[in-house]
């Protein structure tokens, strides 16, 4: 499974983005499998942002992004978005998307052990 995260880049303030993530070498396995978004500020530790279950009827948020982020997913498309809203030079960041470990998972999980396929980051800026 290769995960392939694209739509980064230097926003100001306020504006808005829209990552997305394919995924390829998956076969029909995408929709049953949980899918998350995380990040990294330089300087930072790895964290969470948002998860959304194989169905796309379940989701889970960080704190910080509550209320401004929204995770989607398009199973035909293999592929799962983050709109950000209302963007804070705080979220700057390399962010990664990644895949659950196990299919079909009951509830939506934020730890990063629970994920073992990573894609290889999209870098977001936000300026003041």
């Known amino acids: 499974v290769q995960l392939q995260a694209s739509g980064g880049g230097l926003v100001q303030a306020g504006g808005s983005l829209r990552l997305s993530c394919v995924a390829s070498?998956?076969?029909?396995?995408?929709?049953?499998?949980?899918m998350a978004w995380f990040r990294q500020a330089p300087g930072k530790e790895r964290e969470f942002v948002a998860a959304?279950?194989?169905?796309?009827?379940?989701?889970l948020y960080a704190d910080s992004v509550k209320g401004r982020f929204t995770i989607s997913r398009d199973n035909a498309k293999n592929t799962v978005y983050v709109q950000m809203n209302n963007l804070k030079p705080e979220d700057t960041a390399v962010y990664y998307c990644?895949?659950?470990?196990?299919?079909?998972?009951?509830?939506?999980?934020?730890?990063?052990?629970?994920?073992?396929?990573w894609g290889q980051g999209t870098l977001v800026t936000v300026s003041s």
């Open positions: 990644a895949r659950d470990n196990r299919s079909y998972r009951i509830v939506v999980v934020s730890t990063q052990y629970e994920y073992n396929y």
């Open positions: 070498n998956s076969g029909r396995s995408f929709g049953t499998y949980a």
């Open positions: 959304i279950s194989w169905n796309g009827d379940r989701t």
